[in-house]
T-cell receptor
């Protein structure tokens, strides 16, 4: 009965490759987020989708492209991977994009670019 | 621009001690503030959410307070246990937009010694 799930949990790849991370939530939420946690453990928002519409796009390189096929899924595709992309990527969800509502996080995907 | 700061970065206490973790934010126009726990190599677990109209929230041995006028929130942990050892993160929902974006502090890593 996992609430927010991500696949894969670990991803090791070479520079220049293209990779995708998938996220699914079964909470019935209609807003989903991607956060990046760097090597210093600092978490920062990357993207957010509400009802499949992009509502947050922080200053992220356009090599990163989120895709939301439906309200329950938000995938992250990364082109031409660079060493600096190594980090832990967290997916989260909340209900109705309301500011007061609690965000629930997935277990994270640890991306290592060699 | 909202900034969230947590002090101290690390804290070590003997088992049974009551302790307070501090979180400060620069823009008092937040919509809510959420406290999370992160265990090593794991995702984020939501502990407490305080809405902007509230002063505090309690869950078991945890009590979180919010003082918007001074830009501060505290997480009080009563009768600490070794199992409380983790990194505690506070995050404010950005008040400058209605997107639900969370702005995170750097976290406080707590060690409770048996």
């Amino acid at each position: 009965d996992t609430a927010v799930s991500q696949t894969p949990k670990y991803l090791v790849t070479q520079m220049g490759n293209d990779k995708s991370i998938k996220c699914e939530q079964n909470l019935g939420h209609d807003t989903m987020y991607w956060y990046k946690q760097d090597s210093k453990k600092f978490l920062k928002i990357m993207f957010s989708y509400n009802n499949k519409e992009l509502i947050i796009n922080e200053t992220v390189p356009n090599r990163f492209s989120p895709k939301s096929p439906d309200k329950a899924h938000l995938n992250l595709h990364i082109n031409s991977l660079e060493l600096g992309d190594s980090a832990v990527y967290f997916c989260a969800s909340s209900q109705a994009g309301q500011r007061i509502n609690e965000q629930f996080f997935g277990p994270g995907t640890r991306l290592t670019v060699l | 621009k909202q900034e969230v700061t947590q002090i101290p970065a690390a804290l070590s206490v003997p088992e049974g001690e009551n302790l307070v973790l501090n979180c400060s934010f620069t823009d008092s126009a937040i919509y809510n503030l959420q406290w999370f726990r992160q265990d090593p190599g794991k995702g984020l677990t939501s502990l407490l959410l305080i809405q902007s109209s509230q002063r505090e929230q309690t869950s078991g041995r945890l009590n979180a307070s919010l003082d918007k006028s001074s830009g501060r929130s505290t997480l009080y942990i009563a009768a600490s246990q070794p199992g409380d050892s983790a990194t505690y993160l506070c995050a404010a929902v950005d008040g400058s937009s209605n997107t639900g974006k969370l702005i995170f502090g750097q976290g406080t890593t707590l060690q409770v010694k048996p």
